[in-house]
Structures are given as structure tokens and as C-alpha cells.
């Protein structure tokens, strides 16, 4: 097997910087239409990480992850590391890290990137899951956006 592999999507977000990356920092309240729903289980105020999990729809069938997610405000960056869910029945190791790029005062990008390694070598890379976080992104704009 090939070890540790990633991918790389990013999306154009039309709003701050700042103010997406918020939703992230706040650690909850990241609900789309794909999220059926998002449980804090550990939230240590005076560390910048938590342990949720998330209960999502992805190719129309309900998925739960088990994730310690952890937030670099310095740098607008949040990792989800997978600790027990769906994902690791593919997976040895799952991680996604999100990083909040200012492109202008209006637009940023949210660069994901993926950093896993198969079960075996059957086993496809996650595409199906940078589809859902790409739909994901542009529905949590699109609700931020209805918000303001």
C-alpha cells in the first residue's frame, strides 16, 4: 500500500475570512440541510479542541463520525481527525484540515486538505467525501450569507 495519501479542494467563499472561519471556532452550529446533526461530547474551554460527532448524509445514506477537531486561530485553521465512525471501515487513518485563505475584504478560499491511508489497496480514495464537503462548504455560505 502506498501509505499516507492526500487530496486538495479548494472553494471560493463569498464572505470574510474572518467570519467564515467563526463558525469553525465557535465549535458548533455548522448545520446544512446534509448535517442531520452535531454533538459537542468534550469541549475543553481553555484548549482550542473538542471531541464531536456528526451525523451526516452522503450518496443518500446516514453516516456518523467520531471527530477531535482542533482550531489554530492564529493561522484560521481547523483539523478533524478521525477517531471512530463510517470512514474508518475504508480507512486507517482520516484526517481533514481546513484552512481559511483571505483572498480580498469580500472573498476567501477554504483550502481542505486530506490526509489519509487505505485499509487496502482496493479500497478507493475518498472522493465521495470532498463531493459532500464541497456541497457542504457552498450550503454553509449560502446560509451565512442568508443570515446577514
Same mark, same amino acid.
Request: charged share 30%.
Given at each position: 500500500?502506498?501509505?499516507? #495519501?492526500?487530496?486538495?479542494?479548494?472553494?471560493?467563499?463569498?464572505?470574510?475570512?474572518?467570519?467564515?472561519?467563526?463558525?469553525?471556532?465557535?465549535?458548533?452550529?455548522?448545520?446544512?440541510?446534509?448535517?442531520?446533526?452535531?454533538?459537542?461530547?468534550?469541549?475543553?474551554?481553555?484548549?482550542?479542541?473538542?471531541?464531536?460527532?456528526?451525523?451526516?448524509?452522503?450518496?443518500?445514506?446516514?453516516? #456518523?463520525?467520531?471527530?477531535?477537531?482542533?482550531?489554530?486561530?492564529?493561522?484560521?485553521?481547523?483539523?478533524?481527525?478521525?477517531?471512530?465512525?463510517?470512514?474508518?471501515?475504508?480507512?486507517?487513518?482520516?484526517?481533514?484540515?481546513?484552512?481559511?485563505?483571505?483572498?480580498?475584504?469580500?472573498?476567501?478560499?477554504?483550502?481542505?486538505?486530506?490526509?489519509?491511508?487505505?485499509?487496502?489497496?482496493?479500497?478507493?480514495?475518498?472522493?465521495?467525501?470532498?463531493?459532500?464537503?464541497?456541497?457542504?462548504?457552498?450550503?454553509?455560505?449560502?446560509?451565512?450569507?442568508?443570515?446577514?
Amino acid at each position: 500500500m502506498a501509505g499516507v #495519501q492526500t487530496l486538495e479542494l479548494e472553494i471560493q467563499v463569498n464572505m470574510t475570512a474572518e467570519r467564515f472561519f467563526k463558525t469553525f471556532k465557535k465549535k458548533e452550529g455548522n448545520f446544512t440541510d446534509k448535517t442531520e446533526a452535531v454533538s459537542v461530547h468534550r469541549d475543553d474551554p481553555t484548549s482550542n479542541s473538542s471531541i464531536q460527532i456528526w451525523n451526516f448524509i452522503i450518496d443518500g445514506k446516514m453516516e #456518523q463520525i467520531k471527530e477531535k477537531i482542533e482550531v489554530d486561530e492564529e493561522n484560521r485553521s481547523v483539523s478533524f481527525l478521525a477517531l471512530e465512525g463510517d470512514v474508518l471501515k475504508q480507512y486507517k487513518s482520516y484526517k481533514i484540515t481546513l484552512d481559511v485563505v483571505p483572498k480580498d475584504d469580500q472573498v476567501c478560499i477554504a483550502k481542505w486538505t486530506w490526509e489519509y491511508e487505505k485499509l487496502n489497496d482496493d479500497v478507493p480514495p475518498p472522493t465521495r467525501y470532498t463531493a459532500f464537503v464541497a456541497d457542504y462548504t457552498r450550503d454553509l455560505e449560502t446560509r451565512l450569507l442568508s443570515e446577514s
